[in-house]
Every structure is written in C-alpha cells, then in structure tokens.
C-alpha cells in the first residue's frame, strides 16, 4: 500500500521503518523540509512536502503531538477535504506528562478533533498505548493493539497495517470508544511514571 506519514519524530519514523520493511510505498513529510528528510533516510521513506504526501495515499497517519494537530491537518489540506474517504489513523495522547490525566474536554476525544479537523477521513483510533520501541526492536510474542472507528474497510486496511508491525489488531468498537483507549493510555502513563508495571494492573483473563 501507499502510506502517508504526517510527522517526522521517532514514532513516525519507526512505523515507517516497519511499514517499508513490510513492502509498503512511504512518503513522509512534516513541518520542517529538513526533519522529514532525516526521517525518510532512517527509514527508507520518500519526503515529501506536507500537501504531497496524502495525495495518493492508502492510509494516513498522523504522528505528531496533540499540541500540533491543528497545524499539520490543515498544512496537509485536511479542512478542504484531502483526506476524505481515506482511512487515517490516530496513535495520539493528550495526557500531561507524567500524570497521564486527558487534556480534553469531558466526554471528548482527541479523535474527535482529528475527525472534525478531517471532514471526510476515516479516523481511526490505533497504536497508541505502545512506544515506538516496541516496533523497532524484536518481540518474542505480539501484543494486542486495540483500535475503534466507524468505517469497517478503514478498519480492514488499519488491521492489516498492525499486523505487518508484528501486532494482533483487535477493534472494541465505533469511533465513540476512542474517548476510553484514551483513557486508558492516560491510566498506563500514570501507572509507568508511579514505577508501576501497568501489566500487573490488569487481571489476567483466560482466552480459551
């Protein structure tokens, strides 16, 4: 598939990594020229200017903090409609850091800014509870990677993007979840900076 990448940090750069290995067409592309050259050369990507790189795209990701969503949607013309029809995932928290409590507004998710900043997009919530280590470095077993949204070919495409980084997909439901996986990553945060193994926290359940 071709894979847009909007952002260049160690995130962005670490699913490319994973998604080029997996034979996947990468264009990445962020605010600054220079950063997503360095990303696309890390990673076997193409850097493209921020308009470009959804042009021709499969799917979006959308990799930057929360702070900067805004910014980057509309440098990549997602207001006027560019990612419309397009599944577009969103891996971001907006926690305060070390704390893990949701800057949102009650009963809002940032996935909800994101579909409003989109009109169009397929948003989908994923890949946010995990850092981008786990993506560059081998795993001795997958771990599950739970993701929501409305649109069941965006979650077939984003499942199977899951699935070449080595991760089990599994879909709890309709975008309106997206506010609890965020929840979530806030209570893992919270537990990690208490010194707490957030896998302690959760009661094993059997599977069979």
Do not use: Y
């Not at 397929?122 to 509870?129: P, S, Y």
């Not at 069941?152 to 997909?169: E, K, M, N, Q, Y």
């Not at 893992?188 to 359940?205: K, S």
């Amino acid at each position: 598939m071709r894979i847009g990448i909007l952002g260049t940090g160690t995130f962005a750069t670490a699913l490319a990594t994973g998604w080029t290995r997996a034979g996947h067409d990468i264009s990445i592309g962020g605010r600054s020229p220079e950063r997503a050259e360095v990303a696309a050369k890390a990673s076997g990507a193409r850097a493209r200017p921020l308009p470009e790189v959804a042009g021709d795209a499969d799917a979006v990701l959308l990799s930057v903090s929360w702070e900067g969503i805004a910014d980057i949607l509309e440098a990549a013309g997602a207001p006027t409609g560019s990612l419309a029809g397009r599944p577009l995932i969103d891996p971001t928290n907006a926690v305060e850091h070390g704390v893990g409590v949701l800057r949102t507004e009650p009963g809002r998710a940032v996935a909800d800014q994101v579909a409003d900043l989109a009109p169009g997009a397929h948003v989908v919530k994923a890949l946010h509870l995990f850092p981008s280590t786990r993506w560059t470095a081998p795993a001795s077993s997958p771990v599950t990677v739970a993701m929501c949204g409305d649109d069941p070919r965006a979650l077939t495409i984003v499942g199977s993007l899951v699935r070449d980084l080595g991760g089990v997909p599994a879909v709890i439901g309709g975008l309106n979840r997206a506010r609890q996986l965020e929840e979530v990553a806030g209570f893992v945060i919270a537990l990690a900076f208490a010194g707490v193994d957030p896998q302690q926290a959760v009661p094993a359940v059997p599977t069979a």
